[in-house]
């Protein structure tokens, strides 16, 4: 896999904080920022794709495929975050459609 470097800017205290969690959880500081990263990018997609389900903007099956997750996970997110289902046996059949 091909890497490449990204920089950012923190203050001194958000570093030490960093260092600290890392130290707390067994990791190095650039492991967990890798990993808070990750996990902070899927976060911020799923949510994109939850507000644009609940405007009514896509549909269910687009929303998971934005978020980069699968329609299980998508519904096992909503389902935490009150988002009533807007599917209908019509939405059912483009989902299950080849």
Do not use: F, W
Not at 5 to 10: E, G, V
């Amino acid at each position: 896999m091909e890497t490449v470097t990204l920089s950012l800017r923190i203050s001194k205290d958000e570093a030490a904080r960093l260092s600290r969690a890392a130290k707390d959880v067994g990791m190095d500081r650039g492991a967990l920022m890798k990993q808070a990263l990750r996990e902070g990018c899927a976060d911020v997609l799923v949510e994109r794709a939850c507000g644009m389900y609940r405007r009514g903007e896509i549909t269910l099956s687009r929303a998971a495929e934005l978020a980069g997750v699968t329609l299980r996970d998508l519904l096992l997110r909503l389902s935490r975050t009150g988002v009533e289902l807007q599917y209908d046996t019509l939405e059912l059949e483009k989902d299950l459609a080849p």
